[in-house]
């Protein structure tokens, strides 16, 4: 238990469908982080909101969007997605000042 | 170009062995080196951070040494369990406290066989 809960854990979806990954934090940070991790690929940062103030990576396709209520809570809003787009989503948490990231447990996304 | 290069890219070994995992970096500035642990299909979970001052860090069987001349770290695992199976990646920070930076390593994948 890290802390930091991902939901939900897997997600099969198709080009056409919306969904939504889930993710909360119980540790009091006031940083929150989406990454993506492909096969072969180093972590890939997405997004990142600190202080829910969203910096986004612009590489990023318009097709993910982050959502950021409130400091414990992070969403990422899935839309038209690439079969290219499977891979598995963590999300993040840490300190500002502090080097230490806290990961979830990721959700396995398939996109067929 | 900031690079950070681990090798090797997969280790098989056998339980109760001891095994190193090297990492070396291209990142200028550098503030920080992490090593985190991913069991398959889990997220990275935290080893050890070093800064540029510190040489060797342990955290139970694990001991990370850095040597910031050289731009090299290693993972050391002592008495390997079948729990240390897993990847083991190398990250290197050019910024304090700012995670926006961080340059990740592909990972060394680890098998420890009974």
């Known amino acids: 238990e890290t802390g930091v809960t991902q939901t939900p854990r897997h997600l099969v979806m198709g080009m056409t469908n919306k969904k939504s990954l889930k993710c909360e934090q119980h540790l009091g940070h006031n940083a929150m982080y989406w990454y993506k991790q492909s096969a072969k690929k180093p972590l890939e940062l997405m997004f990142v909101?600190?202080?829910?103030?969203?910096?986004e990576n612009n590489s990023v396709p318009s097709r993910f969007s982050p959502e950021c209520p409130n400091s414990s809570h992070l969403f990422l809003h899935l839309h038209t997605l690439q079969p290219e787009d499977s891979a598995l989503y963590l999300c993040a948490s840490s300190q500002i000042r502090s080097g230490v990231l806290f990961f979830g447990e990721g959700s396995r996304l398939t996109v067929l | 170009k900031n690079q950070v290069e681990q090798s090797p890219q997969s280790l098989i070994i056998l339980e109760g062995k001891n095994c190193t995992l090297q990492c070396n970096y291209t990142v200028s500035p550098f503030s920080n080196l992490r090593w985190y642990k991913q069991d398959t299909g889990r997220g990275p979970v935290s080893l050890t951070i070093?800064?540029?001052s510190e040489n060797t860090k342990s955290n139970g069987r694990y001991t990370a040494t850095l040597d910031a001349d050289t731009k090299q770290s290693s993972l050391h695992i002592t008495a390997s369990q079948l729990s240390d199976s897993a990847s083991y990646i190398c990250v290197v920070s050019p910024d304090a406290g700012n995670n926006r930076k961080l340059i990740w390593g592909l990972g060394t994948s680890l098998a420890v066989n009974p």
């Open positions: 070093m800064t540029f």
């Open positions: 909101y600190s202080l829910e103030e969203r910096v």
